[in-house]
């Protein structure tokens, strides 16, 4: 339970400072702005792209671990976007709808990374790697889609694919994947350029997902931020326990799947909210709200699990 604790407090702490600086009269708001851009146009493409390149996936079970992500995440993404018939009738807007649907669906894979290597050292890290491999691509690709039909805009074929593969998330998932295959290694050099730039990815968007948050709707928070983050808290890793027992998976393998799900939500989303006009304002208070809550789940959760693997 320590490790998990270790993980999650600086998480947290990191958006709480975010909150602070964007109400420091020292630092210029345009900063902010350029920060953004900054994170969801270069950061956050470099991490994805070389996380996905340098992972090592040899020795997995990579059949059964991809089905397990791919029938518990498609469970989810079809539960969720069951409930917009109901939330719209309690007034719920498309643009709310959309940062609902992301963050119930999404996962902070980093915060994941961190926790199995304390957990599981380097079997865990290869683990969370390869679903992070399974599921950034989907994902960005399902949560796009999402935002350019809940938008208002044109819905047509040609316009959802055209702002798909625009998606610096979906390029860089991409060209992660694509090097893999290259005739020759990528220069070490380069490699290193593209780490120390992706390696502000994840500082940079905690700061600014407190940045954008409005700590009145966190403390109050509302009954559909609530009831987002126990869908992603609570029923996600319930939903995989489910699905992967079922497939046959156990031990170190269902511990860490069950941890990808426990995670809160990803801090790119709030990116794609700001870039694509989704509500970001309530997609900071529910990152906020599932972040603060995971101190408790997790570990509760993780403990539970081993409980009842004996």
């Not at 920060?35 to 997995?60: H, I, K, N």
């Not at 559909?224 to 998976?249: D, Q, Y």
């Not at 156990?250 to 990808?260: D, H, K, M, N």
């Amino acid at each position: 339970m320590i490790p998990i604790l270790q993980s999650i407090i600086p998480i947290f702490l990191l958006v709480l400072l975010g909150v602070v600086l964007k109400r420091w009269n020292a630092i210029d708001q345009e900063f902010w702005s350029g920060l953004e851009q900054f994170g969801y146009f270069v950061a956050f493409p470099a991490l994805l792209s070389m996380t996905l390149y340098q992972a090592d996936f040899a020795a997995l079970d990579i059949g059964r671990v991809a089905l397990t992500v791919a029938i518990t995440l498609g469970l989810m993404m079809a539960l969720v976007l069951a409930l917009w018939p109901i939330m719209q009738r309690q007034g719920i807007t498309a643009s709310s709808f959309t940062t609902i649907f992301q963050t119930g669906i999404r996962w902070n894979g980093f915060v994941a990374l961190a926790i199995a290597s304390s957990l599981h050292g380097a079997e865990g890290i290869a683990l969370v790697a390869l679903v992070m491999a399974l599921i950034i691509l989907p994902i960005n690709l399902v949560c796009v889609a999402v935002m350019v039909w809940f938008g208002g805009g044109a819905r047509k074929l040609s316009v959802l694919a055209l702002r798909m593969v625009r998606n610096p998330l979906i390029l860089s998932c991409l060209a992660g994947l694509g090097a893999r295959h290259l005739p020759f290694d990528i220069p070490a050099p380069l490699i290193t350029a593209i780490d120390l730039i992706g390696a502000s990815a994840l500082g940079l968007g905690l700061l600014m997902v407190g940045a954008g948050l409005r700590v009145g709707d966190a403390l109050k928070p509302r009954p559909v931020a609530a009831l987002t983050s126990a869908i992603k808290l609570v029923l996600f890793p319930l939903v995989m326990v489910a699905v992967a027992l079922a497939i046959g998976i156990e031990g170190a393998t269902l511990e860490i799947l069950v941890l990808c799900a426990a995670v809160p939500t990803a801090m790119n989303g709030y990116l794609l909210a700001r870039q694509m006009n989704g509500d970001a304002p309530l997609y900071a208070a529910i990152t906020t709200i599932q972040t603060a809550a995971s101190i408790g789940t997790m570990p509760l959760a993780l403990f539970l699990l081993r409980q009842l693997s004996g």
